[in-house]
């Protein structure tokens, strides 16, 4: 099925350092979702955007709703070594009725104390 | 509000055998979502109930997958003949009905091991 494209797939930071991450797509979605996963673990809800160019904050993280639709960020600031895990986008298109969820490959992160 | 349960969390079967998962979602939710996860993807949605109807099925479901929900509470998935390329992460979500209609919170996933 159709992916949305996640950057980057991984990343190394120091504990303390801000994250940038993003999602592009080539279908405009009327929702975004950004969860995170812990191994062996179900995908956490972290932040919902519902409008294009909302920017939508959650303690540590913030989110915005691309211009475009076709796109959105997640920023992390101020990592800490909690913030370890594989972070999902994921969008979502109702026009035609639909509910289900569009999910990106993921960015992993690794946070180094 | 005690989230989404799904049981049993790790099932090993061996190819050709029939398995069948369960989901419990939050309550009060009344859609319920089913995706499958495989090692370094996204989830990859496979069908939606509102309440006890199915409306929604993707191209992976095949004819050996079926859900049912039959009193718009708990929800199966049963796989029927499964084969190795099965092996995968189950995962149940579900949502409300009202300003968190587009919300949707997931179990902690059923680790299915075909061998």
């Known amino acids: 099925g159709q992916q949305l494209n996640q950057s980057p797939q991984s990343m190394f930071i120091q504990e303390g350092e801000d994250v940038s991450m993003n999602c592009t797509s080539s279908?405009?979605?009327?929702?975004w979702l950004w969860y995170k996963q812990d191994p062996g673990e179900g995908p956490v809800l972290l932040i919902a955007?519902?409008?294009?160019?909302e920017l939508t904050s959650n303690g540590r993280l913030t989110a915005q709703f691309g211009i475009t639709r076709k796109d959105s960020f997640l920023n992390i600031s101020a990592s800490i070594p909690s913030d370890v895990g594989i972070y999902f986008c994921?969008?979502?298109?109702?026009?035609?009725?639909?509910?289900?969820?569009?999910f990106g490959k993921g960015t992993k992160l690794s946070v180094i104390p | 509000d005690t989230g989404v349960s799904q049981d049993p969390r790790h099932k090993i079967t061996k190819r050709g055998q029939n398995v069948t998962f369960r989901c419990d979602p939050i309550?009060?939710?009344?859609?319920l979502y089913w995706y499958r996860q495989t090692l370094g993807q996204g989830p990859e949605f496979l069908t939606y109930?509102?309440?006890?109807?199915?409306?929604?099925k993707s191209r992976l479901l095949s004819d050996r997958f079926s859900a049912e929900r039959p009193k718009g509470s708990f929800s199966t998935l049963e796989i029927q003949r499964t084969e190795q390329g099965d092996s995968a992460m189950y995962l149940c979500?579900?949502?409300?009905?009202?300003?968190?209609?587009?919300?949707?919170?997931f179990g902690p996933g059923t680790r299915l091991t075909v061998t």
């Open positions: 979500a579900s949502s409300g009905g009202g300003t968190d209609l587009y919300e949707q919170y």
């Open positions: 279908s405009i979605f009327n929702t």
């Open positions: 955007l519902y409008k294009a160019g």
């Open positions: 994921a969008g979502q298109w109702s026009g035609a009725g639909s509910y289900q969820l569009t």
């Open positions: 309550s009060e939710h009344n859609r």
């Open positions: 109930f509102q309440n006890e109807a199915q409306l929604e």
